[in-house]
């Protein structure tokens, strides 16, 4: 399986955080804390990639955001791709964040 928290490490390892795993078809990427995951999810979606806020699925609120990211049928190339928008659509979302303290 090739090493999927590869473009994480090279590209966003200052906004996400990903646990390696042994299979499975996604990863849950870890936000700063701070960074609200609904506000991030909403602009990669802009940005045309689509990712689910880990807080959707939460019964209670979070200490820390997530994205649940698929990888499943994408090629390595895209990965990286993909991951160098979310992580600048992360960049957007905490600059913004830190503006409102």
Do not use: K, N
């Amino acid at each position: 399986m090739p090493d999927r928290p590869r473009a994480v490490r090279l590209h966003a390892a200052d906004v996400l955080e990903v646990d390696e795993g042994e299979g499975g078809m996604s990863r849950v990427a870890w936000l700063p804390p701070g960074v609200p995951d609904l506000e991030v999810g909403a602009e990669v979606a802009r940005a045309g990639i689509q990712c689910l806020p880990l807080s959707e699925y939460a019964v209670q609120p979070r200490e820390r955001g997530g994205l649940i990211l698929g990888f499943t049928g994408i090629d390595e190339a895209e990965i990286e791709s993909g991951i160098q928008r979310v992580a600048a659509c992360v960049r957007s979302v905490q600059a913004r964040s830190l503006e409102r303290v």
